[in-house]
C-alpha cells in the first residue's frame, strides 16, 4: 500500500504576526509514495527544490476542523467537472491558503482506502512559487493516512507547548476529535453528518433523526450511499427518493442476489481496489455464465436481472431521477428497478450495474443505488459493468496499439456502450486516454 509523509528539514525563522504560524514555519517536503508534492520552482531565487516554505499551525488545524469530512464524504467524480466548492475548501490542500502557495493536493475517500492526487501548477507566471510534481490519484491505507497526519499533529502541538506559545482553538479542536474516534456512537454520528456534506455538529437534527429511523428500512451501507446526494433545501430530497422506492418499477427476480456477498473477502482483500474487484467478479461471472466472450445481448444481459428485455422502458421525460435504484423491501414482493438513464448504451450499462449491485450488496440492504458518487462501491459497479459488457482485453485488441477515436466508437458499436464507456476503459487501464485520441 502507498504512504503518505510529512518531512521537516528544519525549523526556519518566521516574521509573521501571528506566533502560532511564525514559529511553526518549517522547510517541509510532503510526499506521496516518496514523490515529494511539494517539489517547486522558486522564482524568486531561481531554483527547484522539493522543500517549501510554509508554517504548519494552519496545516495542522486544517486537517483537524476538516478530519470527519476528509473521511466520509465522497466525491461526485463521475459527473465530470470540479466538485462543489464547499466540498473543495474541505479536501483540497490549496483551502490551507493565509496567503502561502501550497501544493494543489487532494485527499478523497472512497470509503475503503484515501485518494490523494497532486496537480502541477506550472503555467502561472504571477506566482513566486510553482509546484512542478503531478501525482495520479494514489491510494493510502486509511490507517497510513491517519497516522501521518497524527503525527503531524503532534508535532505542531509539541512544538507550540515547548514554545510556550497556546494552540488554540488546533488543541481543543483535535481533542475533540481524538476523543470521539474513541467513541463508537458518537464517530457514527460525525460520519453521517459528513456523508450529508456537514461540518460536525452542523447537520439539522431532524435531518440526522430521520436518517436513523431509516436504518432497518434501508440498510446502513445502503443509505451511506445515498444521503450524500441529498440536498435539503432543493428538490432531492431524502422523502422525494423514498418516493421513488415506493413507487412502481420494474418487476426483476435479481437471480445472482449474494453469490458474491458471500465471497467479499475474495473481491475486497487487503489491497484489491474496487475496480480490481470489479473486473474481477465480471470476468467471473462470464466463465460461470457466458458468454466467455464477444458482446453480450440484451437476452442474456437482462436475464441476469430476471426481467424480460421487452418490459425494460427508459424513463418517461420529465421524470429524471436522481439515482438509479432497485428495491427489495419485501420477501412477500418482487424486487423493483427504477432506472435512470435513456440511451439504449446507457440503459445496458445501466442494467450491469444493477447487476453488480445485486450480487455484492449486504443482505441487510433492501435498497441498491447507483449514483454519480466515487465510493467503493459506485467504482466497483462501474469497473464491472464495463467488463462485463465490453472485456478490456477485447477492445485493446480490437482497437489496435494506437488507438483512435474512429476505433473506439466502432468499439463502443460493436458492444453497444457508448465511446465514451470504451474511453474511460481504456484509459483506467493505462491504454489510451481523451487527450491522447487521435482523429
Partial sequence: MS????HIDEWLQGDDPDPRRAL????LVVAVDNVPATRLFDDWAKTVTDRARLPLYPLAEWFAANWWRLHHEAPHESIGGPPPMDWRLSHDLAAVGGGFVWPRMRFASDDLTMQV??????????????????IPATALDLGSFDAAVDQLIALVLDRLRELDISAEPLATIWADVTAERSDEEVADWRAWEARLGYDPGEAPEQLMEQIGSLFVRTGKAALAEIVPVIEPDTEMTLDRLLAIADAPGISATLPLTGRASSERHRYFS??????DAGRAMARQLRYDEGPAS???????LFDFLGIARGRVKPPAAGTDLPIGLGVRTSRHRRPTLHFRRRSPEALRFEAARFVAESMIAPEEDQLLPLTDLATARQ???????AELLAPIDEIVELVGPAPSTDAVENAGATYRVSPLAIFNHLDNHQRMSLQEATS
Fill in 270 to 275: 487487503d489491497g484489491t481496489t474496487p475496480w
Fill in 24 to 27: 511553526t514555519l518549517a522547510s
Fill in 379 to 385: 467504482k466497483f459497479q462501474r469497473a464491472f459493468a
Fill in 3 to 6: 504512504t503518505l509523509s510529512f
Fill in 294 to 300: 464477444g458482446p453480450i445481448d440484451d437476452k442474456r
Fill in 117 to 134: 492526487s497532486v496537480r502541477a501548477l506550472r503555467n502561472a507566471p504571477w506566482e513566486p512559487v510553482r509546484h512542478l510534481n503531478d
